[in-house]
Structures are given as structure tokens and as C-alpha cells.
């Protein structure tokens, strides 16, 4: 079946580091990537999104990045901060026909003071 | 900002009763989804609709039924709890394809 994520359970950094969170997919004809974040006892908030006709987008601390070839995502945040603590997951969206919405089972990440 | 409002944050049942999830959206759109989330497995797809009285399965329809009356309102049913419905329970939204899904809070429910 199709999978999305190659997770680490949990990451830790420290507060002020740059974080790098990854995921890979397993469908090339995904064409539409979505961070998400989701903070203890709420739900999935969206973070950035990127599609396949792009290999970067930037936001306020946060860069995604979309490598094709190796079929791969990354989330980087820049200067983490205690807020960032939570469960980070990608998304990826099969457009063509019967449009799907794969989940990955996310990556903790726990911000060290 | 898209508002999802899911009607309860906690909810404790029996095994065989009758479970009402109710999800309200305040944005107009289309599209509605019921998810369940469980440890280890991310999100699973339970049921879609993509307009009024509109509906189809997702991934795990077993023991789920939904209603969507309305177009801000999507409804999840369990028909008759079992132990393996406990779960947090998600619904989202979206305006269409190729668009971020917009999610509620969830209903963490517990059937004993």
C-alpha cells in the first residue's frame, strides 16, 4: 500500500538550533505536500505546503523542501523555539482522480531548553 | 481563518450504543472529511463528502455511517460502539482539491 514517512519518533533540539524534520513518499504522481503540526490535546494545524512543480518554499522560520528524484520532504524551522514542541507530520495529495489525502505518522519534537 | 468546531472534546460510551461525532465549518466549503487517528498509524480515512447528502467511503468505513443534512454540518455515526472505535476522531475541511485541509480540535472517545 501506499506510505507516506520514513519517521524518526522523536527528534530533540535545542532551543535556538535550526530543526530538520523528514519524510519520505512512495508515489511519484503526488503532485501536493502539506506540513502539519499538531500540539498535545489539539488538532492538526497547517504549517506550509508545497507542490511538485516547486523544489522550495520559504514562510516565516520554516523552509520546505521537495526532492522528486529521491521521492523525499523536509521541514526545516529555523531557530526553534519552545513553542515548536509537538508532533510534525507531512501530507501528500494525490490530485488524479479520486483526490487522497496520504498521512505520515509524524515526528515529536522536543524543543531542549 | 477557517473555524471547525467539533461538538464535544471528550466522550466516554458503552459498548453498543448509538455515538452522534458532530462538525461544524464555518468557511462554505465543499468538502468534509471524518478521520481517526490512533498511535503509530497517523490519520486514516473513515468518510468524505464533497457536497450536500453527498458521501463516500474512505479507508475504514466499517461501523461508521455519516450524514451531511447541510452543508456546513457532517455527522459521524457509530452505529453501535465496539472497544476497537476508541480513538481521537478528526474532522476537516477544504474548498477543494489541491487545497490544505482545515482541522478541528477532535473528540477523543472512549468506548468501555
Known amino acids: 500500500g501506499e506510505s507516506v514517512g520514513l519517521h524518526l519518533p522523536t527528534l530533540s533540539v535545542q532551543e535556538g538550533d535550526n530543526s530538520i524534520i523528514n519524510c519520505a513518499y512512495s508515489?511519484?504522481?503526488?503532485?501536493?505536500f502539506i506540513w502539519y503540526k499538531q500540539e498535545s490535546g489539539k488538532g492538526p494545524q497547517f504549517i506550509i505546503d508545497i507542490r511538485s512543480n516547486m523544489d522550495k518554499r520559504q514562510g516565516q522560520r520554516v523552509t520546505v523542501l521537495l526532492n522528486k528524484t529521491v521521492k523525499h520532504l523536509s521541514l526545516q524551522i529555523a531557530a526553534t523555539q519552545p513553542g515548536d514542541s509537538a508532533v510534525y507530520f507531512c501530507a501528500e495529495i494525490l490530485t488524479s482522480g479520486t483526490y487522497k489525502y496520504i498521512f505520515g505518522t509524524g515526528t515529536r519534537l522536543k524543543v531542549l531548553a | 481563518d477557517v473555524k471547525v468546531t467539533q461538538s464535544s472534546r471528550y466522550l466516554v460510551k458503552r459498548t453498543g450504543e448509538k455515538v452522534f461525532l458532530e462538525c461544524v465549518q464555518d468557511?462554505?466549503?465543499?468538502?468534509m472529511f471524518w478521520y481517526r487517528q490512533d498511535p503509530g498509524l497517523g490519520l486514516r480515512l473513515i468518510y468524505f463528502?464533497?457536497?450536500?447528502?453527498?458521501?463516500e467511503k474512505g479507508d475504514i468505513p466499517e461501523g461508521y455511517s455519516v450524514s451531511r443534512e447541510k452543508k456546513e454540518r457532517f455527522s459521524l455515526i457509530l452505529e453501535s460502539a465496539s472497544t476497537n472505535q476508541t480513538s481521537m476522531y478528526l474532522c476537516a475541511t477544504t474548498p477543494g482539491v489541491g487545497s490544505p485541509l482545515h482541522f478541528g480540535n477532535g473528540t477523543r472517545l472512549t468506548v468501555t
Open positions: 463528502s464533497y457536497d450536500v447528502k453527498m458521501k
Open positions: 508515489n511519484s504522481a503526488s503532485d501536493y
Open positions: 468557511m462554505d466549503h465543499e468538502n
